[in-house]
């Protein structure tokens, strides 16, 4: 039991009815998971409205309700606590609850549009090469040492991170990686969390479904900068034109790193083959098993981190070496008749054009690259055509199908995305709205040594179609096929 004025810590409370001097069980803010002495934070969120269940909280046992308007019915016995914004007054509260776990260990938060997967992923897969217990909060999964658990949001709730946090403290882990994304970002989950470090990865076209404007998708990324301490740092990629935006307002101290420019970390892409790149980081060269120049920026930021948290550099190279790919991220096979099959993430403009520029800068021209590609329901439809046209521009031959409709008509989708494919690339793409059938076309269409690009889906191994997950995984059903096929 939590006495409930304890985990008000830090909370902006603008008025209180009832005492606060009481024993609270948990906290929540799904009505449907109160129970009996529970806290119910009424959260305004994009689809409802937590002050229209704060009634029903009561009924289910609530002992204190935590919102920013006070209800007009105002049961007798049931403390009220009005703040000026129930998002950051969850974050803190689920700190105060936990016990303020981020202080005890060192967290570091990768935010960007692309990359933040793959440097969280392989800094915690360093970071256990190195001996070390760590953490992970990532969109692909948790994990808190060894144990893994399901991840659902790139950015979990406040209540979740500080759970797992919680959980990391007490196995003993010193360092956790997170993803940060501008939805958690804005809805002020990580606000009451210790950084100690923070990386800038890029900034391209992506979630305008949820940000109004790009600029207010900018400036959401950059608030997490302003608000690191002087105490932690922050590395950012200056390549990207918005590299230097991040670093204008932040109290902590300010790295940079390139491939580019100059930058505190600087390295050069000596060969890029499908088995792996030659890299020179900070003068000292190192090859390693991922590929592309956008792998390059990712294991540049995974180096300077390493060493700002106190890693030999020599070190850090030699674990670099010995680095796995993640998880549907550039993760390929070669076929019996030498067909290389690549599943990868790219769901936005800027991912898929490097994924694709990569695949060309590796291959012969002596082969066909077959793309597959779709785009997500109830998400940014802007970038739809631009997928579609960057698809038919770098690509042999193009297939549009779904990736996960949601709650939108799969054919719509693929109508916007053949908007923006020139008539120069008309004859070069195809549309099938089924996925696995496109991909069972895409493996036909192959002849030996082609490259068939799967996009969109990576490491998912569901597709959501009405509100249903339906069991699906693109690497899966690409090796199956090719095998049926003979291939």
Same mark, same amino acid.
């Given at each position: 039991?939590?006495?409930?004025?304890?985990?008000?810590?830090?909370?902006?409370?603008?008025?209180?009815?009832?005492?606060?001097?009481?024993?609270?069980?948990?906290?929540?803010?799904?009505?449907?998971?109160?129970?009996?002495?529970?806290?119910?934070?009424?959260?305004?969120?994009?689809?409802?409205?937590?002050?229209?269940?704060?009634?029903?909280?009561?009924?289910?046992?609530?002992?204190?309700?935590?919102?920013?308007?006070?209800?007009?019915?105002?049961?007798?016995?049931?403390?009220?606590?009005?703040?000026?914004?129930?998002?950051?007054?969850?974050?803190?509260?689920?700190?105060?609850?936990?016990?303020?776990?981020?202080?005890?260990?060192?967290?570091?938060?990768?935010?960007?549009?692309?990359?933040? !997967?793959?440097?969280?992923? +392989?800094? /915690?897969? =360093?970071?256990?090469? #190195?001996?070390? *217990?760590?953490?992970? &909060?990532?969109?692909?999964?948790?994990?808190?040492?060894?144990?893994?658990?399901?991840?659902?949001?790139?950015?979990?709730?406040?209540?979740?991170?500080?759970?797992?946090?919680?959980?990391?403290?007490?196995?003993?882990?010193?360092?956790?990686?997170?993803?940060?994304?501008?939805?958690?970002?804005?809805?002020?989950?990580?606000?009451?969390?210790?950084?100690?470090?923070?990386?800038?990865?890029?900034?391209?076209?992506?979630?305008?479904?949820?940000?109004?404007?790009?600029?207010?998708?900018?400036?959401?990324?950059?608030?997490?900068?302003?608000?690191?301490?002087?105490?932690?740092?922050?590395?950012?990629?200056?390549?990207?034109?918005?590299?230097?935006?991040?670093?204008?307002? !932040?109290?902590?101290?300010? +790295?940079? /790193?390139? =491939?580019?420019?100059? #930058?505190?970390? *600087?390295?050069?892409? &000596?060969?890029?083959?499908?088995?792996?790149?030659?890299?020179?980081?900070?003068?000292?060269?190192?090859?390693?098993?991922?590929?592309?120049?956008?792998?390059?920026?990712?294991?540049?930021?995974?180096?300077?981190?390493?060493?700002?948290?106190?890693?030999?550099?020599?070190?850090?190279?030699?674990?670099?070496?010995?680095?796995?790919?993640?998880?549907?991220?550039?993760?390929?096979?070669?076929?019996?008749?030498?067909?290389?099959?690549?599943?990868?993430?790219?769901?936005?403009?800027?991912?898929?054009?490097?994924?694709?520029?990569?695949?060309?800068?590796?291959?012969?021209?002596?082969?066909?690259?077959?793309?597959?590609?779709?785009?997500?329901?109830?998400?940014?439809?802007?970038?739809?055509?631009?997928?579609?046209?960057?698809?038919?521009?770098?690509?042999?031959?193009?297939?549009?199908?779904?990736?996960?409709?949601?709650?939108?008509?799969?054919?719509?989708?693929?109508?916007?995305?053949?908007?923006?494919?020139?008539?120069?690339?008309?004859?070069?793409?195809?549309?099938?709205?089924?996925?696995?059938?496109?991909?069972?076309?895409?493996?036909?269409?192959?002849?030996?040594?082609?490259?068939?690009?799967?996009?969109?889906?990576?490491?998912?191994?569901?597709?959501?179609?009405?509100?249903?997950?339906?069991?699906?995984?693109?690497?899966?059903?690409?090796?199956?096929?090719?095998?049926?096929?003979?291939?």
């Amino acid at each position: 039991m939590k006495i409930l004025k304890d985990i008000l810590y830090k909370v902006a409370i603008e008025a209180v009815k009832g005492p606060t001097d009481i024993a609270i069980n948990k906290m929540d803010f799904d009505s449907r998971k109160i129970e009996v002495n529970d806290v119910f934070v009424a959260i305004r969120g994009s689809i409802s409205d937590g002050h229209d269940f704060i009634e029903k909280a009561i009924q289910q046992g609530a002992l204190a309700i935590i919102c920013d308007t006070f209800p007009e019915n105002i049961v007798i016995g049931i403390t009220y606590v009005q703040v000026k914004n129930t998002n950051s007054a969850v974050a803190f509260m689920a700190a105060n609850y936990f016990g303020d776990p981020s202080q005890s260990l060192k967290l570091v938060g990768i935010t960007g549009t692309n990359g933040k !997967t793959t440097i969280a992923s +392989l800094l /915690y897969q =360093l970071f256990k090469k #190195a001996g070390f *217990k760590v953490g992970l &909060l990532s969109t692909v999964k948790i994990l808190v040492d060894d144990v893994e658990y399901k991840a659902t949001h790139t950015t979990p709730d406040s209540i979740t991170i500080n759970h797992y946090l919680q959980e990391m403290v007490e196995n003993g882990v010193e360092y956790c990686f997170m993803e940060v994304s501008s939805h958690g970002i804005h809805q002020k989950r990580t606000e009451a969390l210790h950084f100690v470090g923070g990386i800038f990865t890029n900034l391209s076209h992506d979630h305008l479904d949820y940000h109004p404007t790009f600029a207010e998708y900018r400036d959401v990324k950059k608030s997490f900068f302003d608000n690191l301490p002087k105490t932690a740092f922050v590395l950012s990629n200056i390549d990207d034109k918005n590299g230097p935006v991040m670093l204008q307002n !932040t109290a902590a101290k300010k +790295l940079t /790193y390139a =491939l580019k420019t100059y #930058a505190d970390y *600087k390295a050069q892409i &000596l060969e890029n083959q499908l088995s792996g790149l030659l890299l020179k980081i900070n003068g000292d060269e190192v090859w390693v098993k991922l590929i592309g120049t956008f792998n390059a920026y990712n294991l540049l930021a995974i180096y300077g981190t390493a060493v700002e948290l106190g890693m030999e550099s020599m070190e850090v190279l030699r674990l670099l070496s010995d680095l796995e790919s993640v998880s549907g991220r550039f993760q390929f096979i070669v076929s019996t008749s030498n067909i290389t099959a690549i599943v990868d993430y790219a769901h936005t403009p800027d991912a898929l054009e490097n994924v694709l520029k990569t695949i060309n800068d590796i291959r012969t021209k002596n082969e066909q690259l077959i793309t597959v590609v779709g785009c997500g329901g109830n998400r940014d439809k802007t970038k739809r055509p631009i997928m579609a046209g960057i698809a038919a521009e770098l690509s042999d031959k193009a297939i549009f199908t779904s990736d996960n409709p949601r709650n939108e008509d799969p054919e719509v989708i693929i109508t916007e995305m053949e908007q923006g494919v020139g008539p120069q690339n008309y004859k070069k793409t195809l549309t099938i709205t089924d996925r696995k059938q496109a991909i069972k076309t895409a493996c036909q269409l192959a002849q030996p040594n082609d490259i068939i690009l799967i996009a969109g889906k990576g490491h998912e191994t569901y597709q959501e179609i009405n509100g249903v997950r339906h069991d699906f995984d693109d690497m899966k059903i690409v090796k199956e096929i090719l095998v049926q096929l003979g291939k």
